[in-house]
Structure formats: structure tokens, C-alpha cells
């Protein structure tokens, strides 16, 4: 799907959806309606149309016992007030990602995406076996909201520049949209960093008021058309090498559920979680041919030397900054992190690295198909 597509698409589901926002949750006969907002456009690939999986999942398992209606970015309120759609009442779920929300908790990054930290696969490790989803529970419990793991790009691309990056220099006063402990991180080495939504990123390119912007990888980011602005695409982001989407949920609504509701919707984001990088792997590589091939975009696998030491310095120094004066439940939840990285992180350096290496050297087959 292009840009135009489903952008167009968006608009023109919003009158309906903004009149159907006047209603309560429907409760009859037992049955249940909550709305979902969300932090992407209708119809976006992967995300948009994950988080309308999520809905459709939930209201086909429970045979429309608990029916959710999605609402993307902009039909019931903009992009990044979603969560506070949950945590006002207006909706009784949100599907986003939870380092948006920084200005709530700093802990909550450590759940979406932390600079040179966790895979996708070691994140679900963590939060799955390892404390994260009651650091998480303890973190949200502030807000009235209990959150669940929904999606996962994998690792994500670096992001779109005017020019080839020759060292950290080119860093310097770059206007950089990056968001979460990443666009900290990109602060620290010397960018003047901004968050937006991913639907207000072209035209912020196209203008001149962002230099240089980062989203996700080639399958959504094709769909927003940054190739037609920026050439330059770094592939490898060393600030987000797991990034996780989340469905944030009005606690005192869930608890309400029957247990068998309850269930269904935590078992659909543990579904999402594990299809979410299917279809990204399935559909970037495919999006980025098409850009180098038919529309000149220069590919550069790795960063500038001097880019990734400033880069992993900044984030051990943002790391130690938070452990030292974090509030407690974020101090926890560092703390947590990092204990259980250099436990994780064992395991992908001793096995999958060293399995993908050995096939890039000596495992050929391009010459087969």
C-alpha cells in the first residue's frame, strides 16, 4: 500500500469515527464493546494493520462477547494523546508503543525499545520469564492501566539523511526526529532531537524542518514515502534492536472481565507479538529492493566508526543516569534490564551471532535462485 493510499483511507474514516465516539462502551446482553485508539493511521502496514488484528482477534475468539472497535491516529485524538484517551475513560484501550510515553515514566522505554539493549526475542524473554511484565504491571498501575506486548519490528533501520555520514561530526545541530531513551541518546551525541507521529514525518522532511527522521524499516517506511525526500538509509539501528509495540488497557475495565475475556485478549497481544516480525521480515526486504532499484536510494549497512563509540557511550552514560536518579519503580526496572541483558545477551552472541556470521562467510547460494 502507498502513502496516498492509506492516508486517504484515514481521512476518510474519521467523520464516522469521531460520531461514533459520542456513545458509551456498549454492555448488552453480556456483551461487551470497548474502543481501541491508536497511534497509527488506518490501514499502516504492519502497525495499523496489526492493531486492527488485535481487535478483530479479540472479537472473533470471544464469538463478539468482547467486540473492540479501532480508532486510528486522528479519529478520536491525535496520534500521541492515545494513552491519555485510557487513562481519561474515553477509550479502554490503546495500541502504540511505550516509550511515546516517557513524560509518565522514563521506565517506560525500557518496554518498547533501549539503545544498544535487548532483541526482540530477548525483550519477550525478559518480560515473559524474567520480571519485566510485573515491573511493567507496577509501572502502569500509576496510571490505572495494565499493558501487554502486541507487535515487534525486529530490529529496526538507523533512519533517512541528506548526505553519507563521514563521523560523528555530521551529528552536530542535525534536527533528528527520534523518539524514546534512543532520542536521548541521539541528544547526548549532539542532534537536536524532536518525537512526532509517524503520519507528520514526510511533510516535516519535505519542508526542511527535520534534517534527518527514523520510524521503523523499508516496509513502513516506503509507505510513508520518506525515499522520495531523503537517499541516504542507514539499515542497522544500534538504538532500537528490538522495538515492541504495546496495548495499553483501563485496568479496573479488565479486572472486570470474566476470566475466559481476560485470557483471549492477553493470549491475542502474545499472538500479535509473535506475527507482527513475520510479516515485517516477510515484506522489508522486498520494500527496500524496491527503493534501491526503482527509486535511488542508497543503502549504507554500517554506521561511521566514531558514530556507533559516540552512540554506545551516550547510552551506557543515559543508563547510569537513570540507575543513579531514577524514580524507584524506574530505578527497578533499569536495574532489571540491564541485570537480565548481560544474562540474554549470552545467548544471541554465543549461538545466533555466530550461526549468522558463519553463514554470511561461507554459506552462498545466490547464485541458486
Wanted: aromatic share 10%; net charge negative; with cysteine.
Amino acid at each position: 500500500m502507498d502513502r496516498r493510499s492509506f492516508l486517504k483511507t484515514s481521512a476518510l474514516g474519521g467523520g464516522a469515527a469521531a460520531a461514533s465516539t459520542l456513545a458509551a462502551p456498549a454492555v448488552a446482553q453480556g456483551r461487551i464493546t470497548w474502543r481501541m485508539v491508536t497511534t497509527w493511521p488506518r490501514n499502516f502496514p504492519g502497525l495499523g494493520t496489526g492493531a486492527q488484528r488485535v481487535a478483530d482477534r479479540i472479537t472473533a475468539a470471544s464469538d463478539g462477547a468482547l467486540t473492540v472497535e479501532v480508532f486510528a491516529a486522528g479519529e478520536m485524538v491525535p496520534a500521541l494523546q492515545s494513552l491519555d484517551a485510557v487513562i481519561d475513560g474515553s477509550a479502554e484501550m490503546s495500541h502504540g508503543a511505550a516509550y511515546y510515553w516517557l513524560n509518565k515514566s522514563q521506565g517506560l522505554g525500557f518496554f518498547t525499545g533501549v539503545p544498544f539493549g535487548m532483541t526482540s526475542r530477548e525483550l519477550a524473554a525478559w518480560v515473559r520469564y524474567l520480571g519485566g511484565q510485573e515491573l511493567w504491571d507496577d509501572i502502569y498501575d500509576d496510571f490505572g492501566l495494565v499493558g501487554f506486548l502486541s507487535g515487534d519490528t525486529g530490529t529496526q533501520a538507523g533512519g533517512w539523511f541528506q548526505n553519507e555520514l563521514s563521523g560523528i561530526e555530521d551529528v552536530q545541530g542535525m534536527r533528528f526526529r527520534t523518539p524514546g531513551l534512543g532520542g536521548q541518546v541521539w541528544q547526548k551525541m549532539g542532534a537536536s532531537v524532536t518525537n512526532m507521529a509517524g503520519g507528520e514525518i514526510f511533510a516535516a522532511l519535505q519542508s526542511g524542518a527535520l534534517d534527518a527522521a527514523e520510524f521503523v524499516g523499508p516496509y513502513n517506511d516506503r509507505a510513508l514515502g520518506f525515499h522520495q525526500v531523503r537517499k541516504h538509509y542507514y539499515t542497522s539501528s544500534f538504538i532500537e534492536p528490538g522495538l515492541a509495540t504495546e496495548v495499553a488497557v483501563d485496568k479496573e475495565k479488565f479486572m472486570a472481565l470474566p476470566a475466559n475475556l481476560q485470557g483471549i485478549v492477553r493470549d491475542v497481544c502474545q499472538a500479535e507479538y509473535d506475527q507482527v516480525p513475520s510479516e515485517f521480515y516477510a515484506n522489508d526486504p522486498i520494500a527496500l529492493a524496491d527503493m534501491v532499484e526503482n527509486h535511488g536510494v542508497i543503502v549504507h549497512k554500517d554506521w561511521p566508526e566514531s558514530v556507533l563509540e559516540a552512540g554506545a557511550a551516550a547510552s551506557k552514560e543515559l543508563l547510569v543516569e537513570i540507575l543513579d536518579s531514577g524514580d524507584a519503580k524506574t530505578k527497578a526496572t533499569a536495574e532489571s534490564f540491564v541485570k537480565n541483558l548481560n544474562l540474554l545477551r549470552t545467548r544471541t552472541e554465543n549461538t545466533d551471532l555466530t550461526f549468522a556470521l558463519a553463514r554470511e562467510k561461507y554459506f552462498d547460494i545466490s547464485d541458486l535462485g
